[in-house]
């Protein structure tokens, strides 16, 4: 008997897969589709840590699976290859970012096929190889002639220490997602995509997605930030009547405003402070905020800081005379940049008017209690008082009436108010997709003509860690102006890495389309992607920005779809000792080692067997070592067995042994069948198997040997998704020719499933005497006749009275007897 060597089986089948293509994709018309995506990995210096090696593995037990079920199926991989480790490599070591990225996404790319995952190589996309960067570009002109990219001077979060600019969804509670670095504020022209535009359809879109995690739709939700209210305009008498727009979602406080507060960068405040006494202190302020971040301003326990402007405006209502303050906890990128205070209202402008000794004046009261005295904001609802026309109207009727108002006489009216900012992708670096833009004296903005692509990275660059490397080479920045051929500058930003990966998908589609990045009809034949399998912490990113390119492209006619993602399973943590796996805590556990000591098999069972995919994962070394016995234990099991399938038996299920384990082996494809199609709850799945293999151990030597070989052929077919190598090693040595993972799914007959006897435990007064096979179907008298005519019963109950007997169908019978 040969015992199971996965160092040499594993490779052996790789290599055969390999040079079968077995993996290409399948492109039978006939066959339903199913796109099976996991995120493609960052090509790090590291290798595969466990978090992918859990990803991947999910991803290949549902594209073998669906394969199996008769789908042809889209299981592609690739590499978001650009990105600033590359180029801090490149500063740190002396190596080009360029070596150093392809050297690592080889390696990956071989770590990945040694876990045996079934992907079509051939449609391998790297987002840094100059034919995908090109059609990048090529979105971005797209994007320009659409008038979705636009360049525009603006504050930016700025990462001191990554040298460069930050999206606000790169900014985690003030600080860097990359470095943690606390991230400052910068004016700086930058290129933007109008994401903004998109808001409405991005919220409505989530309603739409029943197989998102909730979880991910809220954060978006959030992310976006819908919120309605009103615009009020209030007008400045000294400064010629000028206007200054407030956002509000609260019209109906609008008679309880006492005072106005600017962010400190709102362009009226240099006008307003012009000769005035706080003129130089403002000044200072503003600088100070200026370089501050929103976070840092706005979180709750920050103090709130103000100074009054020295002007007033006029009350678009009562014409009352208002005090304009300008403070930090107002932000210049929120509604307007301009707030209305309300301090019997709203608990900061409380805090504010307290503080500076400013008027609050109660508009709302609820039916009864709360005075005009109020010891801190009355936030609730209420009746209005003390509000013109308004008064004794409820504030939820308020609302919309003062909003109305305030359209009719043109000082404002409804409107809705995002959170969501338009997609800053410049950056300042190196190894990122040029922007194809050209500036020119005499025509300005000039977009690389399409022919023209790509904008290729230079070599002859710098890297000192102190400016952005492409402005270092002169053959990239000088250029001619391709409308007017005078000498010109090329844009020197590189594009957010999201970019890249924000339309990776469908590139699969059509991985070699020199020209264009897909063929139309090739997307339309493949997306949405059925199932997209990765992380969490992409919710407000990848997630986002790829719904945002995709809803784009739709507008354009170039795909059919306009949400990319028809179900997202976000795969949870691998912990070691309860904590994240990490280097800085030391407890990592290399896939590699695993891979090398125990097979990837072994690697693959233990992760999809500890946990269901979205919750963590525990490591554990003796789940290991317990899924390494399980494969061994199916190994020996069809050894021992090898030569049945030569001369292979009719199965006869007359015995109620063969009937038996004829029938666990229905159970056990129904149970598999239903928890790995669409609640992939691998787990149980794989418990599932293992019972059935207990009962082919259990199974008498005696006893039909063609409901045997049946049984045993089962468990190899329905382990095949979960570990690809053994299950083709004794698929062959069962006498196929051809593959395993080839094979039909197997289906159950819902007639074998039903148990025509079952065994019953006999109790006299709650202790278990005997043991009897009943018929399945007996009703509850049937059953107590069959027991109380047992020999053992009637011996033991020999001169006692019975008193009650109680019949639990299919499991026990207690005779309660004295
Ligand atoms: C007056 C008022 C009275 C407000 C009241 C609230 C309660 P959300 O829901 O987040 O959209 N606000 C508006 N622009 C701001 C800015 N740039 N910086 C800081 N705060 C700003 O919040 C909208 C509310 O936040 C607005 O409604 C405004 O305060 C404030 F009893 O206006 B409210
Ligand atoms: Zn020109």
């Not at 500063?91 to 079509?120: C, H």
């Not at 200054?244 to 008679?255: G, S």
């Not at 719904?547 to 912990?575: C, H, I, N, W």
Request: glycine content about 6%.
């Amino acid at each position: 008997m040969r015992t199971y060597q996965p160092s040499e089986i594993e490779p052996k089948w790789q290599a055969v897969w390999q040079e079968r293509r077995m993996h290409r994709t399948d492109e039978d018309r006939d066959k339903p589709k199913f796109y099976a995506l996991e995120q493609f990995p960052y090509p790090s210096g590291e290798g595969l840590h466990m978090g992918h090696v859990r990803v991947y593995t999910i991803g290949d037990v549902i594209a073998r699976f669906k394969r199996m079920n008769g789908y042809r199926v889209l299981h592609p991989m690739g590499a978001d290859a650009f990105g600033l480790p590359a180029e801090n490599a490149a500063i740190q070591r002396g190596v080009n970012p360029r070596e150093w990225t392809l050297k690592n996404m080889k390696r990956i790319r071989e770590e990945q096929a040694r876990l045996g995952v079934s992907y079509d190589w051939e449609r391998y996309v790297g987002t840094c190889l100059p034919d995908y960067y090109k059609l990048t570009q090529w979105l971005f002109l797209l994007f320009y002639e659409r008038g979705l990219a636009y360049r525009e001077k603006a504050a930016v979060n700025w990462c001191p220490t990554c040298n460069t600019v930050l999206a606000n969804e790169q900014v985690e509670n003030g600080l860097c997602w990359r470095c943690d670095s606390e991230v400052t504020k910068k004016e700086l022209e930058q290129w933007f995509l109008r994401i903004t535009d998109y808001a409405d359809r991005l919220l409505e879109g989530l309603d739409r997605l029943p197989k998102w995690p909730d979880k991910v739709k809220a954060m978006q939700r959030n992310w976006i930030g819908r919120s309605e209210g009103a615009h009020v305009t209030f007008t400045i008498p000294e400064l010629d009547h000028e206007k200054v727009t407030v956002f509000t979602t609260r019209p109906d406080t609008l008679f309880g405003v006492t005072y106005l507060v600017l962010a400190p960068e709102h362009p009226l405040v240099p006008q307003l402070i012009r000769g005035k006494e706080n003129e130089s202190i403002i000044a200072d302020f503003i600088e100070r905020m200026r370089k501050e971040s929103e976070i840092t301003r706005t979180a709750a326990d920050a103090e709130k800081v103000g100074y009054f402007t020295g002007a007033y405006a006029q009350h678009p209502l009562t014409g009352e005379k208002v005090p304009i303050w300008v403070a930090n906890y107002v932000l210049m990128d929120y509604g307007t940049g301009a707030v209305m205070g309300v301090p019997a209202h709203d608990e900061r402008d409380f805090l504010f008017a307290r503080k500076y000794d400013l008027p609050i004046r109660v508009v709302i009261r609820p039916e009864e209690g709360v005075t005009d005295e109020l010891t801190e904001a009355y936030t609730g609802e209420g009746k209005l008082v003390n509000s013109g026309d308004f008064n004794g109207l409820n504030n939820r009727e308020a609302i919309k009436a003062i909003a109305r108002h305030l359209e009719e006489k043109g000082l404002g009216g409804p409107t809705v108010n995002y959170r969501l900012r338009d997609w800053l992708i410049s950056r300042q670096r190196y190894w990122g997709c040029p922007i194809p833009i050209v500036y020119c004296d005499d025509c300005g903005i000039v977009p690389v003509p399409k022919e023209q692509l790509p904008v290729l990275l230079p070599e002859d660059v710098v890297f000192d860690g102190k400016r952005n490397p492409l402005t270092t080479s002169e053959t990239f920045v000088h250029t001619e102006c391709p409308r007017c051929g005078k000498s010109a500058r090329r844009e020197t930003d590189t594009m957010d890495t999201f970019i890249d990966s924000s339309w990776y998908f469908f590139r699969y589609t059509d991985a070699h389309n020199e020209d264009m990045p897909f063929d139309p009809d090739k997307v339309k034949d493949w997306l949405p992607v059925d199932e997209y399998i990765g992380g969490i912490e992409h919710a407000v990113l990848h997630l986002l920005y790829s719904r945002f390119f995709t809803k784009v492209l739709y507008d354009a006619g170039l795909v059919p779809v306009d949400e990319p993602f028809t179900s997202l399973l976000t795969q949870g943590m691998v912990l070691k000792d309860g904590a994240k796996m990490s280097k800085s805590k030391g407890n990592v556990v290399s896939p590699m080692e695993i891979v090398e000591k125990y097979g990837a098999d072994t690697a693959r069972m233990f992760i999809l067997f500890a946990a269901p995919p979205e919750r963590d994962l525990e490591w554990s070394d003796a789940g290991v070592e317990g899924s390494y016995r399980f494969l061994n234990r199916v190994w020996r099991m069809v050894e021992q067995h090898a030569s049945l399938f030569e001369q292979r038996p009719a199965p006869d299920t007359t015995s109620r042994e063969a009937q038996e384990l004829n029938r666990l082996r229905h159970r056990t494809v129904k149970k598999v069948t239903e928890d790995v199609n669409e609640r992939y709850h691998f787990n149980t799945a794989i418990s599932a198997i293992m019972e059935l293999v207990n009962g082919i151990y259990a199974y008498p030597e005696d006893a039909d040997r063609g409901t045997l070989a049946d049984a045993i052929e089962t468990v190899v077919l329905l382990l095949a998704p979960f570990a690809p190598h053994i299950t083709e090693e004794l698929w062959q040595r069962m006498g196929h020719q051809d593959s395993v993972h080839a094979q039909s799914w197997p289906t159950f007959d819902p007639a074998a499933l039903v148990q025509n006897e079952v065994e019953i435990a006999v109790q006299i007064n709650g202790k278990v005497r005997d043991k009897v096979v009943v018929p399945a179907e007996a009703d509850k008298s049937e059953v107590e006749a069959l027991v109380m005519k047992l020999d053992r019963v009637q011996t033991l109950l020999e001169g006692k009275t019975v008193r009650k007997v109680i019949v639990v169908p299919r499991k026990l019978v207690n005779i309660v007897a004295n």
